[in-house]
């Protein structure tokens, strides 16, 4: 298989004046061609390698740019291991970071230097990079470099870690060499063909596994070109003004298009050869409106531990109740099932991971067999088609995508000895609490306020529920 240096340099002969990552600049999208992106590619690696980076993790903690693909790229390809975290992480959620793993350099966005503020002092042997201010210097610095690039060849070599969770304990950190992240390509371009001339709008986080790997690291292989929107208050005009043949969504994104849908917005959609749809359970009513208005709506299942895609609907599949169909690279089964067939979701192919970093999980688990436990409940048909059940244990599934372990976020709450009781749950699509203390109700609601302030905005508890101990002591 080929690597991504190789792809790169693959695509610096093919394509070096076709278009490839638009950015907005003063209200108009400006191109950056393949030659152009490889070569800040290739500069932005001999910086980082210049300085000893080799082999290192390096992490990003950044909105979606320009900037931050370029960085990703150069580290998987050239340098070393790319962790990129959640843009709405907080200080306390990367200290913990670097509980799991050494961190040679963290490149952060401007609007990100408080939160990492507190964290120079504690690992000084980390360097640390605002990008605004340093992304031009080390491009300019790298061009300086005479030594050729060898590149990352070894695709069982890890060169991403991404995480999920990690609200109170160490986060679970997910490996993935480039045999886990090129796995399915081949499987996804037979059901949806991506070439040069497909246009893609990104509106999804770029530390996510579904957008980091289908929506960008496919491009090296595909051709196709990029649009970074990173304003998601402008997501509808964004659709209507690049007209995208290719999109990646999450429900929520698309629950907004349907609250706003007009015949222009119909009429956009209708013109795309794919729209995906993933990271969380899909609305069937407001799926079926779609594809019943012709719109080429697919639904994706997939996690961080298989490289992303599990399963994806065929397009024009008359079945709108499977949540896809397994991609057939893959060996899926279900886990002792029940009287239905429901059961638990197991996966085993190349995509998968070869587990957590340092620690396991009992929310879900990889077997000595290789195989991925999800955690999933769900049922297969003899078409090879996937209906997604539920989760083994406890957790909120956000219309966006996030997930959020309700038993970390309680045990937050349990540290206050006077919090008999807690119990976390979802309402309204945001995490909600229900107590029992003998603590006045105000003394609660600034506990909240306090253990909200060490938890990304999604998982900040939004509903309070008290309850009093009219038994005293906590139950054991």
């Given at each position: 298989m080929?690597t991504?240096?190789?792809?790169?340099?693959?695509d610096?002969?093919?394509?070096?004046?076709?278009?490839?990552?638009?950015?907005k600049?003063?209200?108009?999208?400006?191109?950056?061609?393949?030659?152009?992106?490889?070569d800040?590619?290739?500069?932005?690696?001999?910086?980082?390698?210049?300085?000893g980076?080799?082999?290192?993790n390096l992490?990003?903690?950044?909105?979606?740019?320009?900037?931050?693909?370029?960085l990703?790229?150069?580290?998987?390809?050239y340098?070393?291991?790319?962790?990129?975290?959640?843009k709405?992480?907080?200080?306390?959620?990367?200290k913990?970071?670097?509980?799991?793993l050494?961190?040679?350099a963290?490149?952060?966005?401007?609007?990100r230097?408080?939160?990492?503020?507190s964290?120079?002092?504690?690992y000084?042997d980390?360097?640390?990079?605002?990008?605004?201010?340093?992304?031009?210097?080390?491009?300019?610095?790298g061009?300086?470099?005479q030594?050729?690039l060898?590149g990352?060849?070894?695709?069982?070599k890890?060169?991403?870690?991404?995480?999920?969770?990690?609200?109170?304990?160490?986060?679970?950190?997910?490996?993935?060499?480039?045999?886990n992240?090129?796995?399915?390509?081949?499987?996804?371009?037979?059901?949806?063909?991506m070439?040069?001339?497909?246009?893609?709008?990104?509106?999804?986080?770029?530390?996510?596994?579904?957008?980091?790997?289908?929506?960008?690291?496919?491009?090296?292989?595909?051709?196709?070109?990029l649009?970074?929107?990173?304003d998601?208050?402008?997501?509808?005009?964004?659709?209507?003004?690049?007209?995208?043949?290719?999109?990646c969504?999450?429900?929520?994104?698309?629950?907004?298009l349907?609250?706003?849908?007009?015949?222009e917005?119909?009429?956009?959609?209708?013109?795309?050869?794919?729209?995906?749809?993933?990271?969380?359970?899909?609305?069937?009513?407001?799926?079926?409106y779609?594809?019943?208005?012709?719109?080429?709506?697919?639904?994706?299942?997939?996690?961080?531990?298989?490289?992303?895609?599990?399963?994806?609907?065929?397009?024009?599949?008359?079945?709108?109740?499977?949540?896809?169909?397994?991609?057939?690279?893959?060996?899926?089964?279900?886990?002792?099932?029940d009287?239905?067939?429901?059961?638990?979701?197991?996966?085993?192919?190349?995509?998968?991971?070869?587990?957590?970093?340092?620690?396991?999980?009992?929310?879900?688990?990889?077997?000595?067999?290789?195989?991925?436990?999800?955690?999933?409940l769900?049922?297969?048909?003899?078409r090879?088609?996937?209906?997604?059940?539920?989760?083994?244990?406890?957790?909120?599934?956000?219309?966006?995508?996030?997930n959020?372990?309700?038993?970390?976020?309680e045990?937050?709450?349990?540290?206050?000895?006077?919090?008999?009781?807690?119990?976390?749950?979802?309402?309204?699509?945001?995490?909600?609490?229900?107590?029992?203390t003998?603590?006045?109700?105000?003394?609660?609601q600034?506990?909240?306020?306090?253990?909200?302030?060490?938890l990304?905005?999604?998982?900040?508890?939004?509903?309070?529920?008290?309850?009093?101990?009219?038994?005293?002591?906590?139950?054991?």
């Open positions: 080929k991504i240096c190789e792809y790169l340099e693959e610096r002969l093919k394509w070096p004046d076709h278009p490839y990552i638009h950015i600049e003063n209200g108009i999208y400006r191109p950056r061609t393949f030659l152009e992106v490889t800040d590619i290739q500069n932005m690696a001999k910086a980082l390698l210049a300085r980076f080799q082999g290192k992490i990003i903690f950044a909105e979606n740019s320009y900037e931050w693909i370029v990703s790229f150069a580290v998987m390809a340098v070393g291991v790319c962790v990129p975290v959640d709405e992480w907080t200080s306390y959620d990367l913990n970071t670097f509980c799991v050494p961190a040679a963290v490149f952060y966005s401007r609007s230097a408080d939160r990492v503020s964290l120079k002092e504690p000084p980390t360097a640390w990079f605002c990008i605004e201010d340093a992304f031009a210097g080390l491009i300019q610095e061009s300086q470099v030594a050729e060898t990352t060849r070894d695709p069982r890890t060169v991403l870690t991404l995480f999920t969770s990690g609200t109170t304990n160490l986060p679970k950190a997910i490996p993935l060499t480039q045999e992240l090129f796995a399915n390509w081949k499987t996804l371009y037979r059901r949806t063909p070439m040069e001339t497909d246009r893609s709008c990104v509106f999804l986080p770029l530390h996510h596994v579904y957008t980091c790997v289908a929506n960008v690291l496919y491009t090296v292989i595909s051709g196709m070109q649009y970074l929107c990173p998601l208050t402008r997501m509808v005009q964004e659709l209507l003004d690049v007209r995208p043949t290719v999109v969504m999450v429900p929520l994104l698309l629950y907004r349907y609250e706003v849908r007009t015949e917005l119909l009429d956009v959609l209708r013109t795309m050869r794919f729209l995906y749809c993933g990271g969380s359970f899909t609305d069937p009513k407001i799926k079926a779609f594809i019943q208005e012709g719109v080429p709506l697919l639904e994706a299942y997939g996690t961080t531990e298989t490289s992303s895609v599990i399963a994806l609907a065929i397009p024009e599949d008359p079945d709108l109740l499977s949540n896809g169909v397994i991609f057939e690279n893959l060996d899926v089964w279900i886990d002792q099932p009287a239905d067939g429901v059961g638990e979701i197991i996966v085993k192919g190349k995509s998968v991971s070869k587990g957590y970093l340092h620690r396991n999980d009992h929310y879900s688990d990889f077997d000595a067999e290789g195989a991925y436990h999800t955690g999933d769900g049922w297969i048909d003899d090879r088609h996937l209906y997604l059940k539920g989760r083994k244990k406890r957790m909120i599934l956000t219309a966006n995508g996030k959020i372990y309700v038993e970390e976020i045990a937050l709450l349990l540290l206050e000895p006077r919090i008999r009781t807690a119990k976390v749950f979802e309402e309204a699509h945001h995490p909600a609490a229900s107590v029992v003998d603590l006045p109700e105000n003394e609660v600034k506990l909240v306020e306090q253990i909200n302030q060490k990304p905005a999604f998982k900040q508890i939004r509903k309070l529920y008290v309850k009093p101990d009219t038994l005293g002591g906590r139950i054991k």
